[in-house]
């Protein structure tokens, strides 16, 4: 009874397609992952330079104003600080201020990605 269970060869071939199949599974998984965090820092980036233009452009001082509601809007994302991952160009010409905001991360695997914003306002009123 005992060597019937010894030559059973099932087991070791469902171990052997599970074990091929982990890494194809984790590649998958980690692209996800990598997938899911470029398109939430990308949103994240886009919002963040919308939000210092619409602060700045009220502001009598516009860029400063910018810059600083762009450094608060991110509080508490790993190196959201005017480091070399975070650039914050931001001019004011002609009654339009233009806020570009470029952030850079590691991705899965040290792959590094950089993401960028950009948005522009019109100043209608002087404030």
Do not use: C
């Amino acid at each position: 009874m005992h060597i019937g269970i010894l030559k059973d060869k099932r087991g070791f071939s469902q171990m052997l397609v599970i074990a091929a199949l982990v890494p194809v599974i984790m590649l998958v998984l980690g692209g996800m992952i990598n997938v899911s965090t470029v398109t939430s820092l990308q949103t994240f980036v886009q919002e963040s330079a919308l939000q210092g233009t619409r602060v700045g452009i009220r502001s009598e001082t516009p860029v400063e104003t910018a810059r600083a509601a762009i450094l608060s809007f991110g509080e508490g994302i790993a190196g959201w600080s005017l480091t070399d991952r975070l650039t914050i160009n931001a001019t004011f010409a002609s009654q339009t201020l233009t806020v570009e905001v470029v952030y850079e991360f590691i991705l899965l695997g040290g792959l590094f990605h950089t993401v960028s914003g950009r948005s522009s306002m019109r100043m209608v009123d002087l404030p």
